[in-house]
């Protein structure tokens, strides 16, 4: 699985952190940020129009929000209302989309000019992350609830996520609790003790279960608050058993042959750095029993991030160094590989 070396396709003016792409408006939203040190580095999310044009995708800013001293770490989308994690709290946003009607001499100008041609934006906007409407459209951001989700000495919130009918949220963070709020009040539902330490990623299924993975090296399986299992996972025997793994996502994904099903899936990682460094796994579960369906050795570098795409036929893989692979969901096969920065493994599961 040779690695290919993608082109650019955006370049923000801060670190980015999350991504994620709106199935209605096909919009790629990007968030991140240099935090609240007074580094000169903003902090924001960015909402990017995507087009095919001449055969090459290309973005275009569309609107950029600013996070005024807060960098949102993570995030989670739910038709127009997005969950952002900032330091220790979790903000909603809403967006919308509107596309503004242009009157009949405007229409006759345009046709008398010939097709319009679409320009990049300047390399001073590009850089310093000006905005950029294209003709036609507005995008409008309103700042909903927020409400803090760790109480940690160090609060910080790791994770976040939405149920099957964005009714609720999950979160997680730096204290090891779990936490669930009503969308879009953020009230309070639920607050139980998953793991003891960080929690490192969590899912929700649609039948109200939720697995948790945390740096106790534990993947547990809930109800409410109420334990279920805990997933038991065995490397290929290739591995020496000294060495400790955990888990570092977990994710639901359909099936794609069989209607309503889901299969849930793991990486599970070492869980220290050695100078020769074993290989990271990637499992797949039944998600009735949570017993494993297979796992397979994916690669020598620590993977950072899982995503599934919208069908459960494809999964995607993000590593430290900055790589992401494609994998099939049934076989756990490698597709591919590129050399793209890791947060971009939600952009490219479209």
């Known amino acids: 699985m040779g690695r290919r070396r993608g082109v650019e396709l955006y370049r923000a003016p801060f670190p980015l952190y999350a991504l994620r792409v709106?199935?209605?408006?096909?919009?790629?939203?990007?968030?991140?940020?240099?935090?609240?040190?007074?580094?000169?580095?903003?902090?924001?999310?960015?909402?990017?129009?995507?087009?095919?044009?001449?055969?090459?995708?290309?973005?275009?800013?569309l609107h950029s929000h600013d996070t005024e001293t807060r960098a949102t770490m993570n995030l989670a989308l739910a038709g127009d209302i997005l969950a952002a994690g900032q330091d220790a709290r979790?903000?909603?946003?809403?967006?919308?989309?509107?596309?503004?009607?242009?009157?009949?001499?405007?229409?006759?100008?345009?046709?008398?000019?010939?097709?319009r041609q679409r320009k990049g934006a300047a390399p001073s906007e590009k850089k310093s992350g000006?905005?950029?409407?294209?003709?036609?459209?507005?995008?409008?951001?309103?700042?909903?609830?927020?409400?803090?989700?760790?109480f940690s000495t160090e609060p910080?919130?790791?994770?976040?996520?939405?149920?099957?009918?964005?009714?609720?949220?999950?979160?997680?963070?730096?204290d090891g609790h779990v936490r669930v709020w009503k969308v879009p009040s953020?009230?309070?539902?639920?607050?139980?003790?998953?793991?003891?330490?960080?929690?490192?990623?969590?899912?929700?299924?649609?039948?109200?279960?939720?697995?948790?993975?945390?740096?106790?090296?534990?993947?547990?399986?809930?109800?409410?608050?109420?334990?279920v299992t805990q997933l038991q996972w065995?490397?290929?025997?290739?591995?020496?058993?000294?060495?400790?793994y955990r888990y570092q996502s977990c994710r639901f994904g359909k099936v794609p042959d069989q209607p309503g099903g889901l299969r849930?899936?793991?990486?599970?990682?070492?869980?220290?750095?050695?100078?020769?460094?074993?290989?990271?796994?990637?499992?797949?579960?039944?998600?009735?029993?949570?017993l494993p369906l297979r796992t397979r050795p994916c690669g020598h570098e620590v993977i950072s991030c899982l995503s599934v795409s919208e069908s459960g036929t494809f999964l995607g893989l993000?590593?430290?160094?900055?790589?992401?692979?494609i994998y099939i969901a049934f076989s756990l096969q490698g597709v591919f590989q590129y050399g793209y920065c890791c947060c971009c493994v939600s952009a490219l599961l479209l």
């Not at 809403?94 to 006759?108: D, G, M, P, T, Y």
């Not at 539902?189 to 534990?218: N, R, S, Y």
């Not at 990682?269 to 579960?285: N, S």
């Open 22 to 61: 709106d199935p209605k408006t096909g919009l790629l939203i990007a968030a991140g940020g240099g935090g609240a040190a007074k580094t000169g580095i903003k902090n924001g999310v960015h909402f990017l129009q995507l087009e095919q044009i001449n055969g090459c995708l290309s973005a275009s800013l």
């Open 90 to 115: 979790c903000q909603l946003l809403r967006f919308q989309v509107h596309q503004q009607k242009s009157s009949k001499a405007e229409r006759a100008g345009s046709k008398e000019q010939g097709p």
């Open 130 to 150: 000006a905005e950029v409407h294209p003709e036609g459209v507005e995008l409008k951001v309103k700042n909903l609830e927020a409400v803090q989700t760790d």
């Open 156 to 174: 910080l919130q790791k994770v976040v996520c939405f149920n099957h009918d964005n009714t609720l949220l999950a979160t997680g963070g730096a």
């Open 186 to 227: 953020l009230e309070k539902v639920l607050d139980f003790k998953a793991h003891e330490g960080e929690i490192g990623d969590l899912a929700l299924g649609p039948d109200g279960k939720l697995v948790t993975v945390g740096w106790d090296l534990k993947a547990s399986v809930w109800q409410k608050d109420q334990l």
């Open 234 to 244: 065995q490397e290929d025997g290739s591995t020496p058993c000294s060495t400790p």
């Open 264 to 290: 849930l899936f793991t990486v599970q990682i070492p869980h220290k750095r050695l100078r020769q460094p074993p290989p990271c796994y990637l499992t797949a579960w039944d998600s009735s029993t949570f």
């Open 318 to 325: 993000g590593t430290v160094t900055g790589s992401v692979a």
